[in-house]
């Protein structure tokens, strides 16, 4: 995917696709991730609608590799669930590839910096 802006289609259902995955997710409940809290904080699709890169941000952040993996592992099922909801508004289910969403720890970097 390049640089340029995104065109208002892909703009909505990339929104679209950010809310029903962060629902999927919630609902599985943070058992499921090995007690993290896992937010879908942004969904970045390709032109063609083919390719969603989903943003996740994972609290406690020692838990971050484990739930990477467990998420990637579980791609295929994840993108079946996202198919059942969004099958009425779009023809083709988006590749979804999951990207952790580093803001927070360079947040939390940033306020530890500036309380030495």
């Known amino acids: 995917m390049d640089n ?5 289609r892909q703009l909505k ?3 679209e696709l950010q809310r029903d995955l962060a629902e999927i997710i919630r609902s599985k409940g943070m ?16 032109p063609d609608l ?3 890169k989903v943003f996740v941000s994972i609290f406690p952040s020692d838990k971050q590799a484990a739930v990477m993996h467990l998420l990637d592992d579980n791609k295929k099922a ?4 996202l ?3 969004v099958a009425s508004q779009l023809r083709i289910v988006p ?10 720890d360079y947040a939390e970097h940033i306020d530890e910096l500036l309380r030495k």
């Open 95 to 104: 590749e979804i590839d999951f990207y952790l969403d580093s803001t927070l």
């Open 13 to 15: 259902v990339a929104r």
């Open 50 to 52: 083919s390719v969603a």
């Open 4 to 8: 340029k802006p995104a065109g208002t």
């Open 78 to 81: 994840l993108r079946g669930e």
């Open 83 to 85: 198919g059942r909801k």
């Open 31 to 46: 058992a499921a991730f090995g007690g993290a809290m896992v937010t879908v904080s942004e969904v970045r699709i390709s």
